[in-house]
């Protein structure tokens, strides 16, 4: 039972199947915390568009799919509730209310959004792609979360959020709690250029199959210094290493050795990765499968979360309206 005050609102955008860094850097930490905390989970399918405006059939697909990858690694619909972010018509109202507060040069100086931009060689932004931190603060405040669960990239997100909640009670009324993030772990890619991501095509999917998984840790960059397998390396600065940590933390310390010393191969230590990581990935495995064939019963489980967000986003913009003196009368 969720006994705990706090209340965790946590999600993806649906622009494709969740992957290792994900389970890292969130999955890992809501499986655990679920039990604890009341817990909402967004399929973030309008923020989707931010980036994949052009291809809602994309998006629609991976809501299913990024459903099946949350079922997959442990999320109990009993206890976390699943919604699908563009039914909750209140969180686009909150997000126009909350616009009203932040100004355009914020927005741009905001580090991840310039990354991303960046990135992705955006030389000019949509305003939907500029606002995602506005989106992203009303996602928290419609549920009135006090945790979200996200990687070290979404600091800047939730510190906007913050700044926005805190604007709005002192405008208003203290209705809403200031949000606080719990930060995972970094998973590197395995370009070693930078962190897992879908769009950058260096991840590992949590449906990966066996020999896919082996396939593209074959492919992985290792340490550029090791020319031969007797060569010493330098495993602080390999990406494999960093899966190991993660992934076989109990023979961690013997893979650190034997590759200083030139005394494991590249293709040996890819391999044993690969086979730590099959080892986790088996029971997602065997969940999904469980699931893909009960399609109807996971339509259901979303219809029901995203009925139970629904109730909650009117509770929650009954009392902004009641906050700002434009609660007119009821519909």
Do not use: W
């Not at 009960?294 to 509770?315: D, F, M, P, S």
Request: charged share 25%.
């Amino acid at each position: 039972m969720n006994m705990n005050k706090d209340v965790i609102l946590t999600g993806d955008r649906t622009t494709g199947q969740l992957h290792l860094g994900h389970y890292v850097g969130s999955l890992r930490s809501r499986v655990q915390l679920q039990n604890e905390y009341k817990t909402y989970i967004l399929l973030a399918d309008v923020q989707a568009l931010t980036t994949h405006y052009n291809q809602p059939e994309l998006i629609a697909d991976s809501v299913y799919q990024v459903t099946l990858d949350y079922l997959a690694v442990g999320i109990d619909p009993n206890q976390a509730t699943l919604f699908i972010q563009s039914m909750i018509p209140e969180i686009a109202e909150l997000t126009v209310i909350f616009s009203m507060f932040v100004t355009v040069n914020t927005l741009r100086h905001n580090p991840t959004i310039k990354t991303e931009a960046r990135d992705r060689g955006y030389t000019d932004l949509y305003y939907g792609f500029l606002g995602y931190p506005v989106s992203q603060a009303a996602d928290i405040a419609f549920c009135k979360a006090t945790l979200v669960p996200a990687g070290e990239d979404q600091i800047p997100h939730i510190e906007t959020a913050r700044k926005l909640v805190r604007r709005f009670n002192e405008l208003y009324a203290p209705v809403l709690p200031e949000p606080r993030i719990l930060t995972g772990e970094r998973l590197g890619g395995l370009d070693d250029i930078g962190k897992m991501s879908k769009s950058m095509g260096n991840a590992i999917s949590l449906n990966a199959s066996p020999e896919d998984v082996h396939a593209k840790l074959t492919k992985a960059k290792t340490d550029p210094a090791r020319v031969h397998r007797t060569d010493p390396g330098h495993p602080d600065i390999c990406p494999v290493f960093a899966y190991h940590q993660l992934f076989r933390k109990e023979h961690a310390e013997e893979i650190h050795a034997s590759c200083s010393q030139g005394s494991i191969g590249c293709r040996d230590c890819k391999h044993f990765a690969g086979t730590a990581i099959n080892d986790l990935l088996a029971p997602f495995r065997e969940r999904r499968n469980h699931y893909e064939q009960r399609e109807n019963e996971v339509k259901e489980i979303l219809a029901h979360g995203t009925r139970q967000a629904r109730k909650v986003a009117r509770e929650t913009m009954l009392e902004v309206r009641e906050a700002m003196g434009i609660r007119y009368f009821d519909l």
